[in-house]
């Protein structure tokens, strides 16, 4: 996968992809990830990237030719792939992580880091996606993307060493995750679930699944609410 990223503060990336599994991965050749600053395409000798908005009003904009120069250069390079251009947002789709599996499947991701009060208009046309990291506004779009890319990159084949473990994480089942517990059996009188350690596989799995519906309805009842129990899932639930 090939991820570039344009933004107008590229020593911002610099160390957040030089650990542990993207590190990994970037290493492995699995992903190729390049920071590009496009105050490089900014307009005049000045080298403009932002402008007042017409008809008046607070805040400067980030304007439309920088951003469409800079996806020209993109396209010049990688004519062939198809790729997904990705807008960070406050006011677009709030990530999740059906969103990161989602850009895990694809060959080429670009993310647009804005720093000023919004996006020219015209610059949503070139986009495929427009997605905020939640409901708060960051100084700029770069720790957004950071963690959308973080979240998909550990997705790729190969990324995480336990493959299991990504598809039991919380959120890709549509749970939390069930509560986990090692040793020590007992740790300041905290005693370790029976059924952990009674080593029979299907009373296990089925603690784990009412543990992780438990959990769910207690901390996040909006995910219950978008699911369809079955009958015996609805019971542990009433229990
Ligand atoms: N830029 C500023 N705030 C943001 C947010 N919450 N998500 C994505 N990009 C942003």
Redesign the pocket.
């Known amino acids: 996968m090939k991820i570039d990223i344009l933004t107008l503060f590229p020593e911002m990336f610099e160390s957040p992809f030089n650990y542990s599994m993207v590190k990994r991965a970037i290493d492995g050749g699995q992903v190729e990830i390049q920071p590009i600053n496009f105050r490089q395409y900014g307009v005049g000798k000045h080298q403009m990237v932002d402008d007042t908005p017409y008809g008046g009003g607070a805040g400067m904009l980030l304007k439309p030719e920088p951003i469409f120069e800079a996806i020209d250069e993109i396209d010049k390079q990688t004519s062939a792939s198809k790729k997904r251009i990705i807008?960070?947002?406050?006011a677009?789709k709030p990530?999740n992580q059906a969103m990161a599996e989602d850009f895990s499947k694809e060959e080429h991701l670009v993310f647009i880091?804005?720093?000023y009060e919004g996006y020219d208009e015209r610059i949503r046309t070139l986009v495929t996606d427009e997605?905020?990291?939640?409901?708060?506004?960051?100084?700029?779009?770069e720790?957004?993307?950071m963690v959308m890319i973080d979240a998909t990159v550990r997705l790729l084949p190969g990324v995480v060493g336990n493959e299991a473990s990504v598809v039991e994480d919380s959120h890709s089942t549509g749970l939390l995750e069930h509560p986990h517990y090692t040793r020590p059996a007992v740790y300041k009188g905290m005693e370790v679930p029976a059924v952990l350690t009674s080593g029979h596989h299907g009373n296990i799995k089925e603690w784990r699944h009412k543990e992780s519906l438990r959990r769910t309805l207690q901390r996040r009842p909006d995910l219950i609410d978008e699911m369809e129990l079955t009958t015996k899932e609805q019971e542990w639930l009433d229990e």
């Not at 807008?87 to 406050?90: N, R, V, W």
């Not at 997605?131 to 779009?141: E, I, R, W």
């Open positions: 807008l960070m947002d406050p677009g990530f880091c804005g720093h997605v905020s990291l939640g409901d708060y506004v960051l100084t700029g779009g720790l957004a993307a």
